[in-house]
């Protein structure tokens, strides 16, 4: 993945903690996204990980149009954060 877009590794991280809170006990609250590179960690808000997990379901819900499928049913797959 180091070789992936930032913002989709963002976006994948989020929305994969996101479906394991679904179904275990043990996890809740926000999702906490942290970026290790060269210089140094980042962490990213709650805010900055809602923005950036928004996108990349707007991006895969217009790939899923181009292809026939309704924009609110690929949005539907995705759940909130």
């Known amino acids: 993945m180091a070789d992936s877009n930032l913002d989709a590794n963002v976006w994948l991280g989020a929305f994969t903690i996101n479906e394991i809170k679904t179904f275990d006990k043990f996890t809740s609250g ?3 996204v942290a970026v ?24 895969l819900a217009s790939l899923a149009e181009s292809l026939g499928i309704s924009r609110e049913v690929a949005r539907a797959i995705f759940p909130e954060l």
Do not use: S
């Not at 290790?36 to 991006?59: L, M, P, R, S, W």
């Open 30 to 32: 926000n999702t906490r």
């Open 36 to 59: 290790i590179d060269h210089t140094g960690i980042v962490e990213y808000t709650q805010k900055q990980v809602i923005e950036k997990y928004e996108a990349g379901t707007e991006k």
